[in-house]
């Protein structure tokens, strides 16, 4: 095949929620690009999109598929994302690596939550969006309903391009009111003939012509100047319009379509590469150091891996968008990530699992290259003359977490090594042993999400795993002042051990007072500050550590082994073992021996003086809580609220948005394992949330109780 330019690509990706014919209209695409001679099925297995085993079991798109067409003389790189929001994160590499969405929308629904949710993306990442009503060859299809939920949702105004003449499973016409034609429909191979409007349509067909041609010219200054002087405007300058409308992402342009039967899949690629910004008009990417970079060919090559995937025979394969020079075969780059060299050994145009070989690949292109070595992912690959990195596509935090481990004790080294395999592959799914909880935490976008890859561990290799509700990472501190002394002495022939420690300990927040003097248990302790340490600790807070010994009592030689003794205990808090934060330690006074005393001595009564002292000290349990914001058609309000509330949640604020509700809330994440698959269930699978940590908080009373004696019967066992 040609080497396109960057003025002959258009780089499209397919978004709409489930179920809206994406992955048929890509076909569609293929088949009248000529890159496949005949269009598969989802119910035959056979289609570009949609090709491995597990996406044949669903009958759904499970990952995001590339493939091209060449048509107009153009190439068009499509990425066929999933509809479903626990694969969101195929999306989120698809809008780094393209340049406008098309959204699909079924017929019967109109806006769906899925619409609503691949909006946002699209707002969040500033992408443009082209709409298309697709299947409206189905019993009960309605243009006219789908178009007005459209326009009552989008935040992006929609105008009509063109309408259906008959909808339902008669279904063979449209009337194109930027062309001003009707087409019709022979068979189902996109065979089309193109007529001049009929009669009966011609009023409404005018009507909506004027409303597009007022769209366009709202624009551009110049072209309304135009408008006014002629009362009209000429396809070009329509074209014009839309196209300053479409990439300021303030007008969504709406086609039909049918995609199984090919009908409209012409006009759409006609129209995207008339209207839609291609590398050398949409934004340009932007490296970590601000630098903006041209889709220029000429200049020194940057390529960008938005996709990764591991292929059986293949291995490592990896998706590229040469953002800048030219990519070509043999050629040595630079991954910026890890500074090594990695070596192109061959190209390749993609349409799914076929791959045509290519020699060369240039700016603003889509295809992808196998075996480099070290390289995922988010990483750039760059000419070692000028190497610079691309800001990286910033991907939704879990909404999902379990705990992971094989069902054959024996198989815990192979999963380390497939669930590495899984994030090479999937950037939202995060793997982790926490040496805290002593599991394996996985997370990732939804219980959907991690039941995929279960059963697709389970079918490629035979590898049986099983998920279970994670410990929480609960946190210890202390309310008010305690004190404690403890004196540790051992003597068993030949040199003994001996260490006296007195310390008073108190909470520590951010500003508080240095420490002078305390009463405890009606006894008056001055404090002479001899030494102040202060540490952030990896699992968050802080520990500041007084040294105010006078008079020699203990030698300050010794003081390292006394804050290592603490910290040995703020490491396994003496309430459930979780860790301890934000408290002040201050070491007053003590006793050592002149032959007995030892660093070991000091570490062991400084251990025991902080367990005592914590004991006393107005102990509590803190417990993460997470800011939730949960997306939902408003009639399920009432349910989802209710439960949140059953979930100990604070509810922070609501509002109602185009037919849909947000309400925000700070939920302990002790209650939200499994929330999504009861969210699905309260809301028909309607809505949709986000998780983020937000901070720390005591636990109430009922809930510490339960937990001091969940511990103290694990303890005893």
């Known amino acids: 095949m040609k080497n396109y330019s960057a003025k002959e690509l258009k780089n499209i990706v397919l978004i709409g929620a489930p179920g809206t014919g994406k992955t048929t209209l890509a076909e569609a695409m293929a088949y009248e690009g000529k890159v496949i001679d005949r269009r598969g099925a989802i119910e035959t297995n056979n289609t570009l999109s949609d090709n491995t085993d597990i996406e044949h079991e669903y009958k759904r798109s499970i990952y995001s598929t590339i493939l091209f067409t060449e048509f107009m003389g153009y190439k068009l790189n499509i990425v066929d994302c999933p509809g479903s929001d626990d694969f969101c994160g195929s999306l989120f590499s698809a809008f780094k690596a393209c340049d406008v969405g098309v959204m699909l929308f079924n ?4 806006w769906e939550v899925g619409s609503e949710i691949q909006a946002r993306y699209a707002r969040l990442l500033k992408k443009p969006v082209i709409g298309v009503i697709n299947q409206l060859d189905a019993d009960n299809a309605s243009f006219e309903t789908a178009y007005e939920s459209i326009k009552a949702a989008s935040r992006v105004k929609p105008v009509i391009v063109q309408y259906p003449v008959n909808q339902g499973p008669q279904f063979n016409a449209f009337i194109d009111v930027l062309l001003m034609k009707m087409f019709r429909f022979k068979d189902e191979n996109g065979t089309r ?32 100047e135009l408008y006014f002087e002629k009362g009209t405007l000429h396809q070009d300058d329509i074209r014009a319009g839309l196209k300053i409308g479409v990439a300021n992402r303030e007008v969504m342009p709406i086609f039909c379509a049918s995609g199984k039967r090919d009908i409209g899949t012409k006009r759409i690629m006609e129209f995207v590469i008339n209207v839609a910004p291609g590398p050398l008009k949409a934004p340009k990417f932007t490296t970590v150091d601000g630098e903006q970079l041209d889709a220029d060919a000429s200049q020194p090559a940057v390529a960008f891996v938005f996709k990764s995937q591991i292929e059986q025979h293949i291995g490592e394969i990896s998706y590229i968008r040469v953002i800048r020079g030219t990519i070509t075969e043999g050629m040595e780059v630079v991954n910026t990530r890890t500074g090594a060299k990695e070596k192109i ?9 076929n791959r045509t070989k290519v020699t060369e690949l240039s700016a603003g292109d889509i295809g992808c290259t196998v075996k480099l070595k070290g390289t995922r992912t988010n990483d750039t690959l760059a000419a070692a003359a000028a190497p610079v990195t691309v800001e990286p596509i910033v991907f939704p935090e879990p909404r999902y977490r379990a705990a992971v481990k094989a069902k054959e004790q024996n198989d815990e080294e192979k999963l380390g090594r497939l669930l590495n395999d899984a994030k090479y592959e999937d950037p939202t799914i995060l793997v982790d042993y926490s040496k805290e909880l002593k599991q394996t935490i996985i997370q990732g976008q939804g219980e959907h999400h991690l039941n995929i890859l279960k059963s697709r561990l389970s079918a490629d290799n035979k590898m049986e795993i099983e998920y279970f509700a994670p410990k929480i990472p609960y946190r210890e501190t202390i309310t008010k002042v305690a004190q404690a002394d403890y004196r540790h002495k ?16 108190e909470p520590y927040y951010e500003g508080i007072d240095e420490p002078k003097a305390y009463k405890v248990n009606g006894k008056d302790i001055s404090v002479n500050i001899k030494g102040k340490e202060e540490y952030d600790l990896p699992w968050g807070g802080k520990l500041q550590f007084y040294n105010s010994i006078v008079g020699g009592a203990i030698d300050a030689r010794f003081m390292p082994a006394i804050l290592k003794g603490i910290m040995e205990k703020m490491d396994e808090g003496p309430l459930t073992g979780s860790y301890a934060r934000d408290i002040r330690a201050v070491i007053y006074d003590g006793k050592m021996h002149p032959v007995d005393s030892n660093e070991i001595s000091f570490k062991l009564a400084a251990r025991n003086a902080f367990k005592e002292a914590f004991r006393n000290a107005g102990p509590k349990i803190m417990e993460p809580i997470y800011d939730v914001e949960v997306l939902t058609p408003s009639e399920y309000m009432g349910s989802v609220m209710s439960d949140l509330q059953n979930r100990r949640a604070m509810i922070m604020g609501m509002e109602s948005d185009k037919g849909f509700d947000r309400l925000n809330a700070r939920v302990p994440l002790a209650e939200l394992y499994r929330y999504s ?12 949330y986000s998780m983020k940590f937000a901070s720390y908080e005591q636990v109430p009373a009922d809930v510490q109780d339960k937990l001091l004696k969940a511990y103290t019967d694990t303890d005893e066992e």
Request: proline share 1%; charged share 25%; no cysteine.
């Open 107 to 110: 017929a019967r629904n109109g």
């Open 193 to 224: 003939e193109e007529l001049e409007i009929p009669a009966e349509e011609m009023e409404r067909a005018a009507e909506l012509n004027k409303e597009l041609v007022e769209m366009a010219a709202e624009h551009d200054e110049a072209l309304m």
């Open 345 to 353: 050994s061959q190209l390749f145009a993609v349409a799914g699992k």
């Open 490 to 505: 051992k003597q068993s022939g030949g040199s003994g051990q001996f260490g006296e420690v007195h310390m008073v300990i």
């Open 677 to 688: 698959t009861t969210l699905s269930s309260l809301t028909s699978g309607a809505a949709t």
